[in-house]
T-cell receptor, first 113, second 113 residues
Framework: AQTVTQSQPEMSVQEAETVTLSCTYD???????LFWYKQPPSRQMILVIR??????QNATENRFSVNFQKAAKSFSLKISDSQLGDAAMYFCAYRPTGNQFYFGTGTSLTVIP | KAGVTQTPRYLIKTRGQQVTLSCSPISGHRSVSWYQQTPGQGLQFLFE???????NKGNFPGRFSGRQFSNSRSEMNVSTLELGDSALYLC???FGTGQETQYFGPGTRLLVL
């Protein structure tokens, strides 16, 4: 079964600090993509970052970076210099080739001023 | 490019009625996926359409159906509404059905009374 697990239902971080959100997934596929989406209170899902499984280099987008450990099937998101606008629900997602997306249950991030 | 649009944004129905939700993908995108989001169940995959064909289907009863038109616009229909169908219904589009990133619409919030 393809599953995505986010073990932290809630996280908080001080403004300007760094926080890491965890995600693990279960798959027997070798070719797939991984994603982090952000859902702020507006409920609009926004792509934060994506990682191709065949790439060893971790993806980075400005203050957002991932730690992709393929053998461990782990895909964590690091947010540096946290800002108030980063407060949202964060979803980890996995997509094997030609198949549907599988989403985790989400981590609610609070940013403390 | 315009983003994914969903209509209507809000809907109130009563039990037993049926409802049709519409989704217009990003121009050039041929794949449309539908998700149900509830506080208790998170994001649940409903189905994915590509070039007017259903490619993947989630674990939902037959009351939930969809279709895609030649212009890639998609509709989702729920018949014989139940209270438990109250949810945010999200549509997402992507260029194809490989590993492409999905881009989400703002959602349709359905309340069943």
């Amino acid at each position: 079964a393809q599953t995505v697990t986010q073990s932290q239902p809630e996280m908080s971080v001080q403004e300007a600090e760094t926080v890491t959100l965890s995600c693990t997934y279960d798959t027997s596929e070798s070719d797939y993509y991984l994603f982090w989406y952000k859902q702020p209170p507006s409920r609009q899902m926004i792509l934060v970052i994506r990682q191709e499984a065949y790439k060893q280099q971790n993806a980075t987008e400005n203050r957002f970076s991932v730690n992709f450990q393929k053998a461990a099937k782990s895909f964590s998101l690091k947010i540096s210099d946290s800002q108030l606008g980063d407060a949202a629900m964060y979803f980890c997602a996995y997509r094997p080739t030609g198949n549907q997306f599988y989403f985790g249950t989400g981590t609610s991030l609070t940013v403390i001023p | 490019k315009a983003g994914v649009t969903q209509t209507p944004r809000y809907l109130i129905k009563t039990r037993g009625q049926q409802v049709t939700l519409s989704c217009s993908p990003i121009s050039g995108h041929r794949s449309v996926s539908w998700y149900q989001q509830t506080p208790g169940q998170g994001l649940q995959f409903l189905f994915e359409y590509f070039s007017e064909t259903q490619r993947n289907k989630g674990n939902f009863p037959g009351r939930f159906s969809g279709r895609q038109f030649s212009n890639s616009r998609s509709e989702m229909n729920v018949s014989t509404l139940e209270l438990g169908d109250s949810a945010l219904y999200l549509c997402a589009s992507s260029f194809g059905t490989g590993q492409e990133t999905q881009y989400f619409g703002p959602g349709t919030r359905l309340l069943v009374l």
